[in-house]
């Protein structure tokens, strides 16, 4: 016996369960632009070997750039260093090319730029741009309200195969292993940008078998993060308030944002520290959450910051009478709080994280120096094994380090040494 499905009949079911299943199908197709970035980022990706890391930061900057392209003739080495597709030598050929030549007549006048062949060439491609005119961004209120670009997010994802985590729990099952929420993981967010001066912006994340809007999440969603962030305006470099990312030197004393090396499209060792960026991404560990400022002093850039936030421990010690948490055995990063055991470890930690930095740079030549200081409101207590015997355990710890760049023709020298008060050295 045949039977036959009619369309007609189902064809309002079926739209909503494609809906339901993924909106992305029907508000949007992926065009080329978006094959080029999602295989960069997956060539990135399949070299490192930190499942945890999140690649939204990035894959907003590509996007922006896309969208932006940097103008060669006018790029500082800051701009280039944020595509993450240029290591140093690249970078110094670039703007000693220009330096030397005058500004670039082409794109393709980028074939004869020394260390430049076809596959970085094709690399930046997307994201460049080559003219003679100078792209003004005044932050007049005029230029913000025109020229300001608004996006809004909204992403669902679930599996689709029924885990083992959301069946009934029966009499053998551990209370933790099973999930509170349902299985969808939710993402929103809302940003403004006007060139790259400013951004604002508001993310909000549930992750799979976290509860919403009800049980301990009734404020709705898990993680909530929001920023300010201005770039170069007067003798500001950077100024960040909200949620915002560090990284100076190699990355000993400071480092919160992405750093990629031994990978395809960043074939450098080296970290190329960025200073104070806003925190754009749903990771809820990595980012500090307070004040920033770098200010231009000429050839010497003084920066200050100030951080608190709460951080998920895992306990070793109550006050019976409280429930405050007196000492913790570890401290978590994976984000998730969908059983009894993460709820109860969630924000148990406070952090308070301050310092600064001072680099002095010239064209060729960059030494700088960096401390931070950082303060838990409970002790870390690590039982000491073979792999975490040399790891940080105490309630304080101070650091502080000196990094140093120099690139001359197709060499470049670096490095960073960092001592800290418990008698750590590197």
């Known amino acids: 016996m045949h039977r036959f499905f009619s369309f007609k009949k189902y064809s309002g079911l079926f739209f909503l369960f494609l809906i339901f299943l993924n909106q992305q199908v029907l508000f949007a197709q992926i065009s080329d632009k978006e094959e080029s970035i999602e295989q960069k980022i997956e060539s990135i990706a399949e070299k490192l070997d930190n499942p945890e890391i999140d690649y939204t930061s990035l894959i907003e900057q590509l996007y922006y750039f896309q969208e932006h392209p940097i103008n060669l003739n006018y790029a500082t080495r800051e701009e280039l260093q944020q595509l993450y597709l240029l290591n140093d030598l690249e970078i110094n050929s670039l703007l000693n090319h220009i330096e030397k030549n005058g500004k670039l007549l082409s794109i393709y006048e980028l074939q004869t730029v020394d260390g430049f062949n076809l596959s970085t060439i094709n690399k930046i491609l997307p994201f460049v741009k080559v003219s003679e005119d100078f792209d003004s961004q005044d932050l007049s209120m005029k230029n913000l309200l025109s020229h300001g670009q608004n996006d809004i997010t909204l992403r669902e994802d679930q599996v689709l195969q029924k885990q083992k985590g959301y069946l009934p729990a029966d009499s053998n099952s551990s209370p933790n292993s099973r999930y509170l929420g349902s299985p969808q993981k939710i993402h929103a967010r809302y940003r403004y940008n006007y060139g790259n001066r400013i951004s604002i912006g508001i993310t909000a994340e549930k992750d799979e078998g976290e509860q919403f809007f009800k049980g301990t ?30 990284s100076y030197g190699q990355g000993l004393v400071l480092w919160t944002g992405l750093a990629f090396d031994k990978t395809s499209d960043a074939i450098s060792v080296k970290k190329n520290s960025l200073g104070i960026r806003p925190h754009t991404s749903v990771d809820e560990n990595r980012f500090m959450r307070g004040i920033a400022a770098t200010i231009n002093l000429g050839m010497i850039e003084v920066t200050g910051f100030v951080s608190h936030k709460k951080i998920d421990g895992t306990a070793l010690s109550r006050d019976t009478l409280t429930d405050n948490v ?5 401290l978590q990063t994976s984000g998730y709080h969908n059983t009894l055991s993460l709820i109860a470890d969630k924000h148990s930690v406070s952090q308070t994280v301050f310092g600064g930095n001072a680099t002095y740079k010239t064209k060729k030549l960059s030494i700088g120096i960096t401390s931070a200081s950082t303060i838990l409101g409970t002790d870390l207590t690590i039982t000491p094994t073979y792999y975490n015997q040399f790891e940080f355990s105490s309630k304080s710890i101070s650091t502080i380090g000196l990094d140093y760049n120099y690139a001359i023709r197709n ?16």
């Open 411 to 426: 060499l470049n020298f670096f490095g960073e040494a960092a001592a800290s008060d418990n008698g750590g050295f590197t």
């Open 217 to 246: 999440e009734k404020q709705g969603f898990d993680y909530y993060s929001a920023h300010f962030y201005l770039n170069n305006y007067k003798k500001i470099k950077a100024l960040a308030i909200g949620d915002y990312q560090l």
């Open 326 to 330: 007196n000492s913790v055995s570890y």
